[in-house]
Structures are given as structure tokens and as C-alpha cells.
């Protein structure tokens, strides 16, 4: 069982701008509260430390499960996933065709955008939506 205080589960959804750390979508937009993501999950050795702990849509978060590598799908090799504490968003993904997509600039990008399922078809026509309504892209 997690041993994350509200204090620190508050902290890392404000740090984060109410906003996922992988989709950068909005908690506002979704209805829904954001999880805390282990980004080396517990049972791989993570813990309960700030710098373990991602403010996480439900979506990405059950996506992301217990991953901690994927495969790059232009070179084939491993990679590790997106880590929001040591890796800038902006250095790692862009937003395409308008803000619907996500595209991953880096092999890391590549494979976590694949892996966490960041344009999956219902997510992409979401963003259709929050677009045509000036609520996103947001700035990252």
C-alpha cells in the first residue's frame, strides 16, 4: 500500500499545473483527479519519494502499468520511458496537426508515446473538441 501524503500528493498535481505529466492533459478536462504514477514502480524497487512520484492521468497510468523501457520503433532497440523529473517535456515531444497529436522528438519520445498510447483515437478526438473550444494545446 502507498505511503504518499495528501500534502505530497498535492504538491506534485500542483507542480505539474493540474495537468498529466505525460499528455499534458488537463484534470479540468477530464472530470477526473490525477493518480500518482511511480515512475519506477514500486515493484521494480520505486518508492513513495517526490522524485519517484509523476502527477498522472487515469489513462497514462494504466497504460504505463509497470513499464519502464519500450522499444524505439525506428531503431528497435530499448529505451527508457519519458521520466518528468529528469527529462523536459519540451525536449522530448512536440504537439502536431494542430495540438491533436503528440510526437515524440527522441527515441525516448518515440517509445512512450507508443507505449502510454498518447494518441489513441479517443484521446485525439477529445483534443479535436478542446480545440475548436481554445482549451488546448496547453503551453507545456
Not at 514500486?42 to 519517484?52: F, K, W
Not at 527522441?106 to 481554445?134: F, K, M, P, Q
Request: charged share 20%.
Amino acid at each position: 500500500m502507498s505511503s504518499i501524503s495528501k500534502t505530497l500528493r498535492q504538491q506534485v498535481v500542483s507542480e505539474a499545473g493540474n495537468r498529466c505529466e505525460y499528455c499534458r492533459t488537463s484534470s479540468r478536462l477530464t472530470g477526473m483527479p490525477l493518480v500518482m504514477d511511480h515512475i519506477i514502480p514500486i515493484s521494480l524497487g520505486g518508492t513513495d519519494e517526490r522524485a519517484n512520484l509523476a502527477a498522472s492521468c487515469y489513462r497514462c497510468n494504466e497504460f504505463k502499468g509497470s513499464k519502464i523501457q519500450v522499444i524505439d520503433p525506428f531503431s528497435g532497440e530499448f529505451v527508457s520511458l519519458f521520466n518528468p523529473r529528469e527529462q523536459s517535456w519540451r525536449e522530448i515531444f512536440e504537439w502536431a496537426n494542430g495540438g491533436t497529436h503528440i510526437i515524440g522528438l527522441t527515441a525516448i519520445g518515440r517509445g512512450t508515446v507508443i507505449a502510454l498510447r498518447l494518441n489513441n483515437e479517443d484521446i485525439v478526438e477529445a483534443r479535436t473538441i478542446w480545440i475548436s473550444l481554445n482549451w488546448h494545446p496547453p503551453s507545456v
